[in-house]
């Protein structure tokens, strides 16, 4: 069991916005207002300050001097230059992790693979909630990944990505149940790849369904009107 | 010409606040005090909270809640680490770099190097002036890079790391004499390589370099009685 310091007020208040961008609720460019959040969470706008300071780690508001801050915009440009290194920081993780640990040591990886592939088949409704659940199942992965690298920074950089390849994913929400067997099938692969120590085609499933997923996003943001 | 708005009270701070812990004014593992800082710089104690995140999003302190900030530790595991990811991200960008562009076009390229070189062979002085200097045109080929790659995720990421590598940097400097030399080699092969864009001997360039950077620091860091 680990006992954990509760989050701080700023953390919680960014973690509460960047769930609104996520889910597309604040929407791409629009202005993220102190004072308004502040009176409407009843918190000081100082919290709210350090709260956006947060989210623009997490690469999900643009913060200009004078200005305040902005939802970060979602521009085909943009898409592309995030899954380009996201894509390149998930084949460092993966590299490092066949770099140490081969064989037996990664069936570990197996078991975290087999209970996103549980989610995939167990979900009966698709929508909101089920993308939700297997992008934290997928997650679960990258976890045990971290634990087997131990890389602080390349942990960090990765989790910052986060939000916003989940917001990503949000996007390409309304075409979710096609992409649920691609999901598995990446998965599987993934797990394949790592066990039989293959790192070319470990890279080359990681760099496949990542560049799938950016196709579809495009698409989508394509048929909105966006790009 | 361009104009540009001020930065922010928080960014001020955070800028001196980093500059004392690259330079080892700070020292690592030594705690950041929210309250002294306020007082010795009469600013609000809000404005502090939010140049500690930012320093925090530049691996330069580690914040705990309710405990407050550190400067981050400078531990041998630490280093690897640092050197790992930003080796494998500064390969990242001249990737992005050969993807796009070749030849004549990398003349740009050259001319930066060149700056760099001109700024080694004109210092007289080496010290901690000197290191600042190279430094600082070093990462004038990275800036010129960042355009030709236009990747701000990429160029955010790196921009993040800067001032960690400074600091390991200026950690070596004891022996920065002797590394001038080698760092006007490096930059001599990377434009070569460069030029003749080929990627596999960029790469090795690059490794090349961070890795002797890194076992420099990582001697000196034994040599302290760290390790």
Not at 53 to 73: C, D, N, T, W, Y
Request: charged content about 25%; some cysteine; overall charge negative.
């Amino acid at each position: 069991m680990r006992f954990q310091a509760p989050e701080s007020l700023s953390e919680q208040i960014a973690q509460h916005l960047g769930q609104r961008i996520v889910t597309g609720d604040l929407r791409p460019g629009e202005r993220v207002q102190e004072l308004k959040v502040a009176s409407e969470l009843n918190v000081s706008r100082g919290s709210v300050r350090e709260a956006l300071l947060i989210l623009q780690r997490r690469h999900l508001v643009e913060i200009f001097p004078r200005r305040g801050a902005m939802v970060s915009k979602l521009t085909p440009d943009l898409v592309n230059s995030l899954y380009d290194i996201y894509i390149d920081l998930l084949c460092m993780l993966a590299r490092k992790v066949l770099e140490r640990w081969s064989g037996q040591e990664l069936m570990g990886v197996m078991s975290q693979v087999n209970e996103v592939r549980l989610v995939i088949e167990t979900l009966e409704n698709p929508g909101a909630d089920a993308a939700e659940k297997v992008i934290e199942a997928g997650f679960g992965v990258m976890q045990y990944a971290y634990g087997l690298v131990n890389n602080p920074f390349l942990e960090e950089t990765l989790e910052n990505f986060r939000p916003a390849i989940s917001r990503t994913y949000f996007v390409a929400l309304g075409h979710f149940r096609g992409e649920l067997k691609q999901t598995d099938r990446f998965f599987n692969e993934l797990a394949h790849a790592a066990l039989e120590g293959d790192m070319p085609g470990l890279e080359g499933v990681i760099q496949r369904f990542g560049d799938h997923q950016r196709t579809q996003v495009l698409s989508i943001l394509r048929a909105q009107g966006v790009a």
